[in-house]
């Protein structure tokens, strides 16, 4: 898809009166906007500023300048449908469009609403990843792949909208990952698709998933899996039709297991590398940089307290476990007996939802058992893949803080964190 698809054609070449880079912001406001979500009508100081766009890796604004509202209508909020624009003989320009909102409240014929502006500026914004903007709540199995493909997706949503050179060496390289890897992670995070404690127990829906692979981007997959030394996942993408049975249960059954692991991690510290040098969402806004300055700063003091290894967002300990060690997981029960160490971990992720600023923890615990692994380096999300009940991992919903909360709120949560930790280490 490109800037100008879904774009009317005389839009199109209005938009070639104004500069590149306005070009692209214009365009996006039609694609974004016109039939398709109602946005506020707030004029501030002559000037109209709209969000076109938002997504974990950029923001779009645009503000029209010097506005003038033509018609005497100024509703909270419009709807706009038929945009068509014109330059005038004063060199302003104009936005002519129906508010579909007003038809539908006033239930009579629609009427065109227009205002003119002397200039525009548009803005772009490009976020570092870290904040992610889907509910975490509802996720817990397949939360790692869930928070993968959200960042991949909104990388290969900036090169869409806005063009290569808006990419870094880095997210340029993930997204040539992502050209292979999309319709498998789709299938993964497909809710119809179950996986269970064998490549044989992978049940999926192939015709869930449009397939766009071709032998070259095959080729690339094995290229890459062998670099990773999955070698069974290789030979299945150089031998076998991408939507072969036997090569996608074993690339499942990979992604759940320990084995995904290596996988996972290796795009994780790609995608982290992608966003390092933007700024994070939201730091522009004071309000919320306030919130999250307080709460992190809180639970920084909490593990503190306790012990623990780490800086706000990952922290770790080492305990050791009781003589039997009972593990469920995926409703399989594990007992283990006299283990020498277990490693927990506690980690922080960061999402808007509905405008609002959510700070969840997730946990994990480890029973190692690998000599190569430093598990001191491991977080939370290592500890969803499965490893015999060595791991597991969980959201911990109750100790969700939000951006709503009262300060008194707050502390309780903390409160409740202090009490957990004093639990899981036997205090």
């Known amino acids: 898809m490109s800037n100008n698809d879904f774009v009317d054609a005389k839009f199109q070449q209005f938009v070639q009166q104004f500069h590149t880079e306005e070009q692209k912001v214009l365009l996006a406001f039609y694609r974004e906007l016109v039939g398709k979500r109602s946005i506020p009508y707030k004029i501030k100081d002559r000037n109209f500023t709209v ?11 645009i503000e029209f300048q010097d506005v003038l509202i033509e018609d005497g209508r100024h509703p909270k909020e419009i709807f706009m449908e038929s945009l068509r624009g014109e330059r005038l003989s004063d060199g302003r320009y104009r936005l002519s469009f129906i508010n579909g909102l007003a038809a539908q409240t006033e239930g009579q014929v629609s ?32 939360l ?11 990388i290969r949503e900036k090169h869409t909208v806005l063009g290569s050179g808006y990419l870094n ?21 497909d809710p119809t698709t179950q996986i269970g404690f064998g490549k044989s127990t992978v049940l999926f829906d192939a015709e869930h998933v449009e397939w766009q692979l071709n032998h070259e981007r095959m080729t690339q997959a094995a290229e890459f899996f062998a670099g990773l030394g999955l070698r069974k996942l290789s030979f299945s993408f150089s031998k076998l039709r991408w939507d072969d049975r036997e090569l996608i249960q074993e690339l499942l059954y990979t992604m759940r ?21 933007y700024d994070g969402l939201y730091e522009y806004d004071a309000e919320k940089n306030n919130f999250r300055s307080h709460v992190r700063e809180k639970i920084q003091r909490v593990f503190e307290r306790h012990g623990w290894k780490g800086l706000y967002p990952s922290f770790m300990n080492v305990t050791s476990p009781e003589f039997i060690e009972v593990s469920s997981i995926y409703k399989r029960r594990y007992t283990y007996l006299n283990e020498k160490l277990k490693f927990i971990y506690f980690d922080f ?9 959510y700070i969840t923890p997730i946990t994990g615990m480890i029973l190692p058992k690998n000599r190569n692994i430093d598990y001191r380096k491991c977080t939370s999300l290592d500890c969803f893949f499965l490893d015999g009940g060595r791991r597991n991992g969980a959201v911990f919903n109750d100790l969700t803080i939000s951006e709503d909360m009262t ?6 949560k903390l409160e409740q964190l202090s009490l957990v930790l004093d639990y899981q280490t036997g205090n």
């Open 111 to 142: 009427k065109e609403s227009s205002f003119s502006f002397s200039a525009l500026k548009g803005g772009v914004r490009l976020w570092n990843y870290h904040v992610h903007m889907f509910d975490i709540s509802e996720t817990s199995v397949n």
């Open 257 to 277: 297991a320990l084995k995904g692991n290596i996988l996972f991690k290796t795009l994780k510290q790609l995608v982290d590398e992608c966003g390092r040098k």
């Open 349 to 357: 992720l960061e999402s808007v939802v509905d405008g609002k600023y």
């Open 51 to 61: 969000t076109v766009q938002k997504s974990q890796g950029f923001s779009i604004d």
């Open 169 to 189: 060496t880095h997210e340029q390289k993930a997204l040539w990952i992502f050209k292979f890897m999309r319709p498998y992670m789709q299938l993964y995070l």
């Open 407 to 412: 300060r008194k709120e707050i502390g309780r």
């Open 144 to 154: 790692p792949w869930k928070l993968l493909y959200e960042t991949l997706e909104a």
